[in-house]
């Protein structure tokens, strides 16, 4: 019997997995479930800090500044990498429903968002907060809406996944982009 991974979230949803990594990064809180074989053991989850959307503004406006890179829900988990690459650099990835607030560990900050209004409203309030903002998107018609707001410091690049062979070359040529603008 092969291991299978249960996350029970502290909102008490089950997400199920087929890896302890999967399962780790996909779940910013909980507890992980390791079944093997009839048996189960609970890991803790990695602690994270939980921000109010309260503190979460404050977050953004005492930062005030900075260079911000947003992520739309199609990027998952390429926060981490390009963290990695890129030190200084403040990260948001959009993680769609499941979180009651921001959650930020370390330079990566987790939004919840229901729709697109959600992600327009993230990234005007970073970019209101005085930073740069590079907003990444593969949605087109997102894309064009973000650009409506015209904020001058928002910076929105569009790359739809399809056109890329795999996440490694979309990462690459995310990091392109963004040396480019800030040169």
Partial sequence: MSKLYIV?????????????????HNTPTGLVVIEVEGSARIIP?????TVSPIEGERH?????GGVHLVFDQM?????EVIARELPGVELHEIMGVGLKGPVK????TRWPAKDDYDVMKIVEDLARSGGKVYFFTGDKRLARQVEALGEE??????MPTGEYPGKEALIKEMLKAVKEETR
């Fill in 8 to 24: 029970v979230d502290r909102e008490g949803g089950v997400h199920i997995y087929s890896s302890l990594e999967e399962a780790l």
């Fill in 45 to 49: 989850a990695r602690p994270a800090k």
């Fill in 60 to 64: 953004t406006k005492e930062e005030g």
């Fill in 75 to 79: 990027y998952k988990g390429f926060a």
């Fill in 105 to 108: 560990r370390g330079r990566i």
């Fill in 153 to 158: 410091n928002i910076k929105v690049i569009y």
